[in-house]
Every structure is written in structure tokens, then in C-alpha cells.
């Protein structure tokens, strides 16, 4: 049975037992807590503590989740992935143990005639918590399995909860046994590699309290009602019903391993190969894993959800290359996965290309990376060697691996082949160091989930009327005023809060626009100012205002009210970033599409997916575009329409957004513009005013940045532009039009001037050769040539009058060191002759010994090495130890 199938069948089975299928939320919630979505059952977090009331007493859904804590054991294990599919029925205070029971045996069990998957009940094993003596009855005298097959088990595994503060319960595992081939017998207390566990039966009724692991924690009290929250694994009963061994030889993940053969040439389940089974493991998982969260709007990144990608998409591309792929093959996993997974995510269809364009770049990107990482390794090998060692040490293996992304695996790799070792112990401790500061980090910063419940009452009436499409002035009734947390009657002068109102006029931020202020006032005299809006769960308007004069009662009748000025400015940012969208596409194509935007009054950014820089004429050419489409004082028209309809029509919807059934078209000039969006708009494109862009740049792998002025912040701008080149044009004495090039040749003399001051110098340190050598000083059998040079020498300087020392002193041992300082810094330079490196005395070596002493570091060859340091009063020393290396070499 395909797992697409397999999807069907659950959520029909649900249906039909009443229960309201609730599509899968993004990956990406508003949670402090969790970077992903963990479980099926994280959507519905606000129901079941009872901050928000539920779209129905029953529901279903299939969730998709994402787990990465213990990435690093992907395809080591064949169980686990980091994206599931969590298949889930879930019961707000209607049904209990009984019925969530039933409703899980009776679709594993029943035959496929009768919509069920036909699993033999004799190899079901359930498990219930230590006590729940009414489960356990349940099971034996109601489903009629035998007492033998019914397990308990205590807190860690039978008692379920988020790891965080909040709901929690005692739970009832359902287990499938794979048979004597794969362990011993005894059900899953015996051996859970026979016995996988396939279903999750939590009886929700608890609420937990702060603490570690899964037993270190206090149980706070009941819920305000018994809940069921259950999860099937779906790739799990796809590996039993497909007659698989493993989750990575089900019809989802197969064919990506299937492409990694054919790129690589290695085969999977080889004899000996489970290294490459390992990998072949890890492409699939991950890819499949990075694919959904860039279609939830996911870019690589350096931290965060992002970070957590591109070390994903950076794993896939060092599993490749170590089972043997040197090309790029990011875009073939990606088909094959896009091909797989579409028929559950249409949404991935139509995100295709722009899904394999920031993947394939972050590929390019990071084989950029790995060839800057060898050179890298190359010098830490030369100075392993230079050090007369045979092992890497741990902490440059770590250096490479956690500053430069340098994989481990081919640290080691590598090593090998230049006949070296690694210090695999070191590493693993500095790793593990690194892990338990994140973990600390991560546990400190977990302070449970936000408390929604005093807005409970407020989401219960439905949303806010919002009026300030038609209307900057709106009369409103005050539903509630909310301060430090908690509800209060009245709100007095110098409080800040935030108030309800049932309708306002004032935006609350949305979709890249900021939120609109303005006032609140009474016919009483009350009056307070708003400086920002928010939404609660996507419906409820909250305005962060402080009460000027008189006081707010809750039921008052108050005008809320915009500032023009703002929202104008608001206004003509929002259909500027339209604008500036449209002329993007127009230049780079449709493949351009948006990554995020942020407009405030006379400014805007947008971002955009692609892999190079604009040109000059490409940024021109997108701000002539702009400009003439406000020239065209084009007509702004907002209409609601079906999302299907509204995407049939060319609407442009936002990559990664989340949208409901009805959905708002913003249409401007026709066919120029056409857009999903829920902001405020100009009413025609001549009121954005003037569109000038400012720069373009990279934000992130695969993500450009355009940022802009419009209107009179556009205005300013150019002004003041024009005055610095009048300014400019008086002090050059020429008209502003050859500005550009008198300014170019007076750079090109002054880099003229620079290079012969730099001959300059450089023949007058040549020309101090002989009287260098002549001061050179024997220590033992060695010359030594060190010297402070005290000419404002630069490193380059340095290195080259070190190298015709060394020249000059022939076959004889003899070590060069040159100093020099010049604006706070100390660059210096050793160089050895060969009978010298015959002695023990290389450079490299010599220069580690003298850099700390001076603040500084380097490195280098055995015969020439550079670096630099801060401590210029420390020459001396350092030239004193010199010699002692030198004496005691012999």
C-alpha cells in the first residue's frame, strides 16, 4: 500500500467517525519553545490548555513534523527521520481512553474491504502506563487482547508531554512485531527493534511543570478537561505495509537513494558498505527534510530555523562526495523528492523551481567552502608535519568543523590519505563541550508555552472588525484592557496597555507592513496613544497604547483613530514593494520570487530568491520600471476572491505563506501587478511618489535583498545626494558630469603613487641586506639575521627581503626573522635555510614559539612562514627567544 494510500485511509477512517480534518499547519510556528513543529499534536497546544476554544470537538489531521535535536544519528538507526508524517486524531473534552482505543485497533486491524490496513492483530502489543489499570482493562476485556501482550511501563516511556511546560498524560503505545528475525521475543520491554512502536494513545488530562528529561518534572494539576492527542507514525506503518525492512526503503524514500546510486556508482546494501548505507541514508532523509522546510519558507542561514537547514543541505553534500560524487547533485535529490512527495503537498509543484534553486545554491556555495577547507587543512597538516607529528589535533579538526564548516568525516578522509591521523578523542570533546553549552542555552531559554488565556474570552467573540481599509476613524466598544498580563477594569494615566476594541481602523503588523499608530479617545476626555498593533492567533487585535488623559472602562465607547501621515507613508511603501516585485520579475523572470519584505512610511525592502547580484543595468532597469509604472498613476484595485480562483487569474501568492480558502487580490495596473496580500494600499501607483533604490545584496544563501526609498523619504534622499555632488563638483572645480571621471583618475595616481613609495621602500630594505647580514649573530652552529626594521615595512615588504636574506646566507644553518610595526600592528616573518631544517629549526615552528609573545599568530611552511601581532614593546623579547631556539638547535 503506497503511503499516499495509506494518508487516505486515516483521514477517512476519522471523518466518518465524526471528526473534522484539519489541514497540516506550516513547520513554522509561533512558538517559544520550538524551532519546528515536534509532534502532530503542536497546532493544538491552545485548545488543549484552553486558551483558545476548538474548531470542533473532534479532529484529524496528518501533521508534518521536523525532529533535528539528535541529527548527527540520522541513518545510523533506520528508524528515525528528521520529517514525519504524524497521522493523528484528536478529542477536545468529548471522547476518552475507550473510544480513542477503538477508533486506533479497529482501523489497524480491519480488512482493506472495509477501509482498515489489515494488520494481523496477533502481532499488536500495547503498552500502558504503570497504574492505568482502566487502559490496561480496555485493552483486554473490551479489544480482547491477551493480558501476555499487554505491557506497563513507567514515567519515561508511558507518560507523554512536549518537554516543556504544559499539557501532559499518561499514554498507550501500540507496538507491531516484525518477528523472531529481528530480536529476541518478549514484546517491547524485551526488544524494541523487533517490536516498533506505530501508534501513540496519549490520554491528555495533566498539565506538567518545569524540569529536564522525561521523568524530571513536577505534574501541576488537571486540565480544565480530559483530552485524546494520538499520533500514528505514518512512515512506520508504511514499512509494515509495504513489506519493507526500514522507513528508507518505503516508496517515499527509496527513489531518492535510487538517484544517489546512479550519481555516485555505489551501491546500497552492499556487503561491508554500511558506512555508505549510512550515507546513502542520510541524502535521502535530508533532503526530503530541507525540501519542506524551504516550501514553509525556510532560507539557509547562519542561525535559527535557517542554520538548522544548511547544515542539512551541508550534510547531504558531504554524504555525496564521500560515497564518491564530485558534481553537483543537490537538484536531482530534489526532483526525485518533489516527484514523491507532491501527491500529499501539491504546494511543492508549484514551488519546484524556486525550491531547487535555493537548495542547488547552497550546494555551490558550500563546494566553495570545501575547497577554501582544504587549502585550510593543508596548512594544519604542513604544520603537523613541520612539528615533527603524526596526529591532527583535536582542536584544529574542531576549528575546521565548527568555524569553517569543515566536515569531520573528510578531515579524516583527507588526514589519511597525507598519511596522518586525527585526534578523534580531542574533537569529540570539544563537540560535546559545544553541544552542552547549546543544550544549557537552549534549556534556559525554554520558559513554556506563552499563556493565551487571558485573550481566551476575546477569540471565543471572533475576530476583530478591521475598518481600516474604508476609514482611518472608526467608533468601537472596548472588550477589554489587559496590563502586566492579566485583565483589569479600567486603565488610568501613564499606564501602558493594551486594549480591545471589537473594530478598529489601526493595521496591526502583517505581511512585511508595520503597524499603523495613532489614537484612542472618549467622549469623556480619555485619551491614550497606540504605538503598536499585533494580532492574536491571526484574529484578534491587541493595541499597545498609554493613556494619556482620563481613564478607560471596559464597555466604553471610544474612537479609534489612525495618523494620516503615518499611514500614508505606510501606504506608499506597501504598493512600492509591489512595484519594485513586479519590475524584479519583469528583469529576472518569474524564478524570482519573493523571500520576505518589510515597509514602514518611505521605505521598503524585498527580498528575493537568486544566486547572483543584479547588475548596474539590471538595477537601473528595475528602478526605471518602478518609476514609469508611477508615472502610469495606474488605478489600485482590492477584490476578494476564491484562492484557487485568485491564483487562476496570475495572483502572485507569497513562497512559504499559508493561506485560507477566501483570500484578498491586490491588483495594480492590470496584468503589471497582481498579488495575494492583506495590507493597506495607495489607491493609484502615482501616489508612491518617487522610487529610488539604494543598494542590492546578499542576506543569505540563494536570497537577495533590494532596498528602496518612495515618496518624499525618496525625495530627501536624491536631495541630498545632489548636494554631496555639488560639493564634490566646487572642491574638484569641474561640472558635476565629469565628477566620475576626475574622481577616477585622481584614485588612479594616487594607486601609482602608492606602488612606487612602496618600490621605494622595498630597494631601500634590499639595499639594507648586506648591512643586516653583517649584524647577524651565531647561536651555536646557526646564523642568526633578526631584526626590528622600523621603515613602516608591510608584510609583503617583510617576506621578500627575508627571502634574499635567506639567499644570501647559502648552505650554511641560518634563521631570518624580520619585525616591523606599523599603525598598531607587528607583522613579522620567519625564514630557514635547509641545513637549519636539518636541525630541527622550521619556520613554522620558530614562528609558533616567538607569536604569542608579541600577541599575534601565524603559520606557514617549513622553509617560510608570516603573521602578525599587536605587542610592539615585545620585539625585543621575541628577538631574544629567537636566538635561544637557535642555540639550542645546535
Known amino acids: 500500500m503506497q503511503t499516499h494510500e495509506i494518508r487516505k485511509r486515516f483521514l477517512d477512517h476519522f471523518v466518518n467517525a465524526g471528526h473534522t480534518e484539519i489541514p497540516s499547519a506550516s513547520l513554522i510556528l509561533d512558538d517559544p519553545n520550538q524551532l519546528f513543529v515536534v509532534a502532530g499534536m503542536v497546532p493544538f497546544v491552545p485548545y488543549f490548555l484552553g486558551d483558545q476554544t476548538p474548531p470542533a470537538a473532534r479532529a484529524t489531521s496528518i501533521q508534518k513534523c521536523v525532529r533535528t535535536l539528535d541529527i548527527e544519528e540520522v541513518g545510523i538507526t533506520t528508524r528515525h527521520n528528521t520529517f514525519f508524517q504524524m497521522a493523528g486524531n484528536f478529542s477536545f473534552g468529548d471522547y476518552f481512553k475507550r473510544e480513542a482505543i477503538g477508533f486506533a485497533w479497529s482501523l489497524l486491524t480491519n480488512p482493506l474491504s472495509q477501509g482498515g490496513f489489515g494488520i494481523d492483530p496477533t502481532r499488536l502489543w500495547p503498552t500502558v502506563y504503570l497504574d492505568d489499570d482502566e487502559a490496561e482493562g480496555i485493552w483486554r476485556d473490551e479489544i480482547g487482547v491477551p493480558a501476555e501482550r499487554i505491557q506497563r511501563r513507567g514515567l519515561k516511556d508511558n507518560y507523554w508531554s512536549m518537554g516543556v511546560p504544559g499539557p501532559c498524560g499518561p499514554c498507550s503505545e501500540i507496538f507491531y512485531d516484525r518477528g523472531p528475525e529481528y530480536g529476541v521475543e518478549g514484546g517491547p520491554e524485551a526488544d524494541e527493534d523487533r517490536y516498533i512502536e506505530i501508534w501513540n494513545l496519549v490520554f491528555m488530562q495533566n498539565v506538567r511543570g518545569p524540569g529536564g528529561g522525561k521523568d524530571a518534572f513536577e505534574i501541576l494539576g488537571p486540565l480544565p478537561q480530559k483530552n485524546i492527542d494520538t499520533g500514528m507514525g505514518v512512515e512506520r506503518v508504511a514499512c509494515i505495509l509495504q513489506g519493507v525492512d526500514n522507513v528508507y526503503e518505503t516508496d517515499l524514500l527509496k527513489p531518492v537513494i535510487d538517484v544517489a546510486q546512479r550519481l555516485t556508482g555505489r551501491t546500497y546494501g552492499a556487503p561491508d558498505g554500511s558506512a555508505d548505507d549510512v550515507r546513502f541514508r542520510v541524502i535521502a532523509d535530508h533532503t526530503r527534510t530541507a525540501v ?39 537538484g536531482a535529490y ?76 573528510l578531515t579524516l578522509e583527507m588526514a589519511a590519505e597525507a598519511g596522518l591521523t586525527v585526534d578523534e578523542q580531542g574533537f ?11 543544550k544549557a542555552d537552549a534549556t534556559a531559554r525554554k520558559t513554556g508555552h506563552a499563556d493565551q488565556s487571558v485573550y481566551r474570552e476575546f477569540l471565543d467573540r471572533g475576530p476583530t472588525e478591521f475598518t481600516g481599509f ?56 480619555a485619551r491614550a496613544q497606540v504605538t503598536d498593533v499585533q494580532k492574536i492567533a491571526k484574529s484578534v487585535f491587541r493595541h499597545v497604547a498609554t493613556v494619556q488623559a482620563g481613564e478607560f472602562a471596559v464597555g466604553d465607547v471610544v474612537v479609534a483613530q489612525v495618523d494620516p501621515r503615518h499611514r500614508r507613508g505606510a501606504t506608499q511603501g506597501h504598493s512600492g514593494t509591489h512595484l519594485i516585485g ?55 484595485n482590492t477584490f476578494e476572491a476564491g484562492l484557487d480562483e485568485a491564483k487562476a487569474m496570475g495572483a502572485m501568492a507569497l513562497f512559504g505563506e499559508n493561506y485560507g480558502e477566501r483570500v484578498r487580490v491586490v491588483e495594480i495596473g492590470g496584468p503589471f501587478s497582481m498579488e495575494l496580500c492583506g495590507g493597506t494600499h495607495v489607491t493609484s501607483s502615482a501616489q508612491v511618489g518617487p522610487v529610488t533604490v539604494l ?132 607583522p613579522f616573518v620567519v625564514a630557514t ?49 629567537i636566538q635561544e631556539l637557535a642555540g639550542a638547535a645546535g
Open 292 to 330: 519542506m522546510l524551504i516550501a514553509d519558507g525556510v532560507t539557509p542561514g547562519n542561525d535559527g530555523r535557517g542554520y538548522v537547514l544548511r547544515r542539512l543541505l551541508r550534510r547531504i553534500v558531504r554524504a555525496s562526495r564521500l560515497l564518491g560524487s564530485q558534481e553537483v547533485s543537490m
Open 334 to 409: 530534489v526532483e526525485s523528492v518533489l516527484a514523491t512527495m507532491a501527491p500529499s503537498y501539491p504546494e511543492l509543484a508549484e514551488r519546484g523551481a524556486a525550491i531547487t534553486a535555493t537548495a542547488v545554491g547552497e550546494e555551490t556555495a558550500f563546494l566553495a567552502t570545501l575547497a577554501a577547507g582544504s587549502k585550510l587543512f593543508d596548512d594544519a597538516a604542513v604544520a603537523t608535519t613541520s612539528a615533527g607529528k603524526k596526529q591532527i589535533s583535536g582542536a584544529d579538526a574542531f576549528t575546521l568543523h565548527d568555524t569553517y564548516g569543515f566536515p569531520i568525516d
Open 428 to 438: 569529540t570533546e570539544l563537540m560535546a563541550e559545544q553541544r552542552a553549552r547549546a
Open 470 to 525: 474604508d476609514e482611518l476613524v472608526s467608533e468601537a466598544t472596548v472588550l477589554g484592557i489587559i496590563g502586566a498580563g492579566s485583565s483589569q477594569p479600567v486603565a488610568t494615566p501613564g499606564q501602558q496597555v493594551e486594549i480591545i476594541l471589537d473594530r478598529t481602523p489601526l493595521y496591526a503588523e502583517a505581511g512585511g507592513q508595520t503597524a499603523d499608530v495613532g489614537s484612542i479617545s472618549s467622549s469623556a476626555g
Open 582 to 636: 513586479a519590475a524584479l520579475r519583469q528583469v529576472l523572470g518569474s524564478g524570482a520570487t519573493q523571500a520576505g519584505s518589510l515597509n514602514r512610511p518611505g521605505y521598503l525592502r524585498f527580498d528575493f530568491r537568486a544566486q547572483s547580484g543584479l547588475s548596474d543595468t539590471q538595477r537601473g532597469e528595475i528602478e526605471e520600471i518602478a518609476n514609469d509604472a508611477v508615472e502610469s498613476d495606474f488605478p489600485v
Open 695 to 826: 543598494g542590492e545584496a546578499s542576506v543569505g544563501s540563494g536570497v537577495r535583498r533590494i532596498e528602496a526609498f518612495v515618496g518624499l523619504d525618496a525625495y530627501r534622499y536624491l536631495s541630498r545626494e545632489r548636494a554631496l555632488l555639488a560639493a564634490v563638483s566646487s572642491s574638484l572645480k569641474v561640472p558635476s558630469e565629469q565628477v566620475p571621471d576626475r574622481v577616477a583618475g585622481i584614485v588612479e595616481r594616487l594607486r601609482e603613487a602608492e606602488k612606487q613609495l612602496e618600490k621605494v621602500r622595498a630597494d631601500a630594505a634590499r639595499a639594507s641586506a648586506a648591512t643586516l647580514i653583517a649584524r647577524a649573530q651565531r647561536s651555536g652552529s646557526t646564523l642568526v639575521v633578526a631584526a626590528r626594521l622600523d621603515d613602516g615595512l608591510s608584510a609583503g615588504d617583510l617576506r621578500g627581503l627575508a627571502t634574499d636574506l635567506r639567499g644570501r646566507l647559502g648552505s650554511e644553518p641560518g634563521v631570518v626573522a624580520l619585525f616591523s610595526a606599523m599603525d598598531g600592528k607587528v
Open 833 to 881: 635555510t635547509a641545513a637549519a631544517r636539518d636541525l630541527g629549526l622550521a619556520a613554522g615552528s620558530v614562528l609558533g614559539e616567538v607569536a604569542p609573545l608579541i600577541g599575534g599568530r601565524g603559520g606557514g611552511k617549513p622553509d617560510l612562514a608570516q603573521g602578525s601581532g599587536t605587542d610592539a614593546d615585545a620585539i625585543d623579547v621575541a628577538l631574544q627567544r
